[in-house]
Each structure stands twice: as C-alpha cells, then as structure tokens.
C-alpha cells in the first residue's frame, strides 16, 4: 500500500515538473522573440509613445540662371516655439510676446493655454525679431534653425521660376515643376512625453536639419531677362494696355533665354497680388496670332510648289468676296509678288495662297509647326491652343486662318514655330532646365536640344526668312523693329480678340505683336512681344515693334554679336516725337581705342560701349555721370540725342559680356 502512494507521490513531482519545464520553455522562447526578433520594432514603438516628432522646414536647392547667378535660394532662420511646463507666468509672457508676434495678448495666452505643452509661435522670422525675442529672457521660449526661401532678385524672372508655399512645397514655375528634385529631406525636433502623452522638455531633446535638395540650373539668362522685362513694361505703359509678354529664344537650340510677362510680381511676397498677376502668359494664355501666321502659310505653300516667291497675286483694291464673306485690306492693293503680301501684311493675298494650298495641306502644315498641341517645355500650366480638326472646317476657316484668325496659340508656340523657319526649317523643343545638380555638385541631369521634326527644308526657310526681311525695311508694316547694325526678319500682328458676352470679335480690343530674329544670316536671337489691347494703336508695328528692337539691341551687344556689314540703317520710330540725332561718333574701336563724339548740349549713343570709353566722352563733354555696374552699356538716361546741359544728372547702366 506504501509503495503505490510513493509511486503515486512521484508521478505527480515528475508531473509538475515536466510542467514548470515546459512552462519555463515557453517564457524563455517567448522573451527570445520579444527581447531578440522583435527588439527594434519594439523599441520605436516605445519611442512613438514617449515622444514626440515635430517635422522641420525641409531644404530647398538653389535655382540658378545660365551663368550661376542665384534666382532662388534657402536660408536659415530662427521659428519660435515655447514650452509651456517651463514657462513661469504665461499671462505676462504673453503681453510682452504678443506685439512682436503680431497677436493681441488674450489671443495668444490663450495660445499657450491650450497647447499640452509645445507650441509654434512665429516661424522663419527675421533675425532682428529674433534678437528682439531673445532680449526678453522669457523661460519656456526657444528658438530652432528652419529653411526659408528667399528670391534675391525680387520680380526678375517671377513667372519662370516661380515661389513656394509654407510648407513648402513649389505652388508655380520651376518650384512646382521640380518641387520632388528641389526639395530636400525633412528635418526634426524630438520632445519627451509623458504616461498620459503630455510634452514634458525639450531641454536635451534631440533635433536634426532638415538637408537641401538638388539645384536646378536654367537657360534663362539674367540680365537678358531684365532687359526684355524692363523694355515689355515700358511698352505696356507708353501704350496704356491692359499686359503683355516677351520671350527671347536660341533659334538653333530652343533655348529659353528670357520669358517676361506684365503686369509681374515680387515671388517674395506673391500672397499680396491677385492671381491674374500670378499666372505665366506666356505659356497659359491663348491669343489669335494674326497676320505674324503668314508666315507659316507662305512657308507651306512654297514647301508643296504650289506658288512660286515671284508670283504675283491680285489683291482686289482692298475687298475681295470670299465664300460668302467679304475679307478687307488695311489699305487697297492692286497686284501684289508674295514676299510683297508678307511686306504689307495683305489678308486678300494670304487667303488666296490659302486657296490654293488647300485645307488639307495647311492644316498638317500647321500641325507641323506645333500649333495645336503642348509645345512640352519644362514649366507646368502649359495650353496647347486651338486648331479646329480640317474635317470641321467651313469653307471661310481656310481664308481666315490663312491671316491668322479663327485658331489660338501660346506666345512660345509662336516664338517656336518662328525659330523653325530661322534654324533652317527644323522645329526644336523649348526648355528652360540647362543642368540639374544634387547637394555635392555632382551631375545629376544635362539637358540637350531636342530637334521634333523637320517642318520645311533649308532652302523655303532661307526663302520666307529673305521675305520676312521686306517687313521691316522702308515700306514695310514694322519699320519700328529695326535694329541698328543688323539685318532683321520678321512679321507684324494684329488680332482681334473675342468678347466674352458677344462671343464675337470685340470693335476696339486687339493683340499687338511682333515676332521676329536677328541677325538674318545666322540668327542668334528669336524674339516674340505681345501687347495685349493697347489703349493708342492697335497695330502690332507701332506698339510691338518698337520693345522687339530695343529688346534685340540690347541683348545682341550684351552678347557681343557682330554687326551685319551693310545692314540698312535704322528709321526714326513713326510714333516717336521728333529729336534731334545723335551726334556722329566718328570712331568707336573696341575697349583701349579711341571714340570720337561727345557733342555739347546732345546725349550721346552709349550703347555697347565699355565704361573707359563712356568715361572718355563723358569727361569731354562735361557731363555729371553716375554709372552703374560692369561690362558693356545697355540701357541710359537720357535717351540718345535728347537735349542736355553739362549740369544735367545722366546715367548708365553696364552689364558683364557674355
């Protein structure tokens, strides 16, 4: 009987044993997995419920012009934050607070009152803020570096490159384009948190910089840029229009060196515009091209042989009967050769090219040219225009978008088209991003001309280019577009535009424009200007032209372009008051010659001179000068061959050479 109660007695130890064994297993393989396997997984999970991660102002890369001049930039600056466990007396911390910061005393007491424990107070404020914050001693207050943007050039280049947000994320240009390769990565502030998740200190707490991204380089020149911006705005005011628009361009490349728009805004502080002044014109607003579609029309034509450049074309005294309609000339025409139709910009002429053409082959000829689609530069907010499909035309849509009405394109679409005809009849894709560079300098992308497609040979581009030279010789519509030393091609537009409440064509607004490139033989530049409904002419040869040969003068000296040997000389404005010439110079040599002029009591031409040069005429003639930056002459005041006195403040304005 003993002996079965121990055997029993036994059993039950090993019993219990093997239990508390395989019991001690199971903890030990369960710790292994908790404190082993699962060890970082628990350990952030742990991090998330005792603190807290409050995000920085991430880095943005630079973005610069061709020449590495800085369009936009980061910079550090102090944001405010208070901790309010560490804060002895918030009702006195905050009447002292509260005029710095922009908010009544009772608002941000209550501010602070509300928050747990941390609280933004002012974010990316100005050092001397700072300072002003800092001298106060107030405890529970302080201060971490973040990012903010800052475009040191104010309103130059504002609709290409753009501005940012808050956040800060690109809202427009360039910023918003390239927001993923600009931005860079987030930086942090970590705060302890109590049992119940409340912010306990940021005294010792963690923090980390926010890193930049990569900087975008443009083909935007800057000081190309200030010029067509400077002489868009001028035209737009001379001629009280409602805006306009410039674009400057490589005819061989596609390169974008200038897009101006006006009205503009300063990206600084683009919170205090309205949105009109905010959006790019350039690429967003569509316009009927008028007669500058010409060109494309006669290229076309003489593409498919089915007129020759000495034919000759009547066009009706003025008023010809078109498919029930009747199409009018500015002045009455008899018999007119084709380059004579571009000449003087003749409807009646361009509808019976048209004519003969046929829909068919100018549709796809335009097609060609790009209108009617997205031309696909680099910036976002891009119109592709309007074509109506050929299968939709009516029989008057043949004549009237042979002149350029009836169909809608973008300003680059047009300045793009044109260059094709310059290049020598190749269409480029425009862009405006050159390089791409990450935070060490590295390469991370390089952009190259895009050729599309070839629109016309080489010998009907040269052909149209030698006509549209006619247009701005004596006799033609733009003799205002003229520049002094170089052989110019180009084509006046005028358009009317469609009134919204009508849904017809408006009686007095038009679009003003001129598009053109220089020098004829080997262009160098292609240049676009658009006035919208100037309130004097409506003629694209008096309110446009006169901006396109100031821009391209300009520019063409800035880039040390030779002159045209036997280039006609330039006309006197037909709008502009009457001025006495300016005097002879004699001799103009390259920086170290001599420069003969100066005469006394007249201004004289400064314009491509260096500043040795200017300082020479200058001292002889007596004159107060006040010059300003480096380089070559662009820009003056007075104008040339206005009236002075040797008591009369002038001024000069210098740009660095290409």
Known sequence: MMEKRDKWARVRMR???????????????????????????????????????????????????????????????????????????????????????GMTAPELEAKLKGARNFVWLARRITPDLAAHIKALGLEGIGFVKESKRFYPNSEVAAHVVGFTGMDPGGLEGIEKKYDSTILGNTGYLVTER??????????????????????????????????????????????RAKGGIAIVMEPDTGKVLAM????????????????????????????????????????????????????????????YQYAGRTIHDTHPYGALSVPEILKYSSNIGAAKIGSRLGAERLYNALIGFGFGDR??????????????????????????????????????????????????????????????????GNVVKQCAPQVKRRVVSAQTAKTVAHMLEGVVIEGGTGTNAAVEGYRVAGKTGTAQKVDPVTRGYSATKRTASFVGFVPLEQPRLTILVVVDEPGTSPYGGVVAAPAFSAIAQQALCYLKVPVDKGAPTKKKPETAPSVPAPPVQTEQMVEGGTVDGGEAGVMPNFRGMSMRQVLRIMEKSGLNVKLEGSGRAVEQNPAPGSHITPHDPVWVRFVPSA
């Open 15 to 101: 019993s219990v044993a093997l239990f508390f064994c395989v019991f001690f297993l199971l903890v030990t393989t369960r710790l292994f997995y908790l404190q082993v396997l699962q060890k970082d997984r628990l350990v952030k999970l742990a991090e998330r419920q005792h603190q807290r991660i409050v995000s920085l102002t991430p880095g943005r890369g630079g973005i610069y012009d061709v020449n590495s001049a800085p369009l936009a930039v980061s910079i550090e600056m102090d944001s405010c934050y208070a901790e309010t466990r560490n804060m002895e007396h918030i009702p006195t911390a905050a009447a002292k607070l509260a005029p710095l910061i």
């Open 194 to 239: 109590d049992a119940l998740g409340r912010d306990v200190d940021l005294k010792g707490g963690e923090s980390k910089q926010g890193s930049k991204g990569s900087s975008v380089y443009l083909t935007l020149d800057k000081n190309i840029q200030y010029i067509a911006e400077k002489e868009l705005a001028q035209a737009v005011e001379k001629n």
């Open 260 to 319: 101006a728009n006006y009205p503009t805004f300063n990206p600084n502080t683009y919170f205090k515009y309205p949105p009109g002044a905010l959006r790019n014109r350039a690429i967003s607003d569509t316009f009927e091209p008028g007669s500058t579609f010409k060109m494309f029309l006669v290229a076309a034509a003489l593409e498919h042989r089915v007129i020759s450049a000495g034919e000759r074309f009547n066009c009706e005294n003025g008023s």
């Open 375 to 440: 031309s696909d530069v680099d910036l976002p907010g891009e119109a592709g225009g309007y074509l109506r499909q050929k299968d939709k035309w009516y029989p008057i849509n043949l004549a009237t978008i042979s002149f350029g009405q009836g169909v809608s394109a973008t300003a680059l679409q047009i300045a793009s088209a044109v260059s094709a005809i310059a290049n020598g009849g190749q269409l480029m894709k425009p862009y405006l991003v050159d390089r791409i560079l990450d935070d060490s």
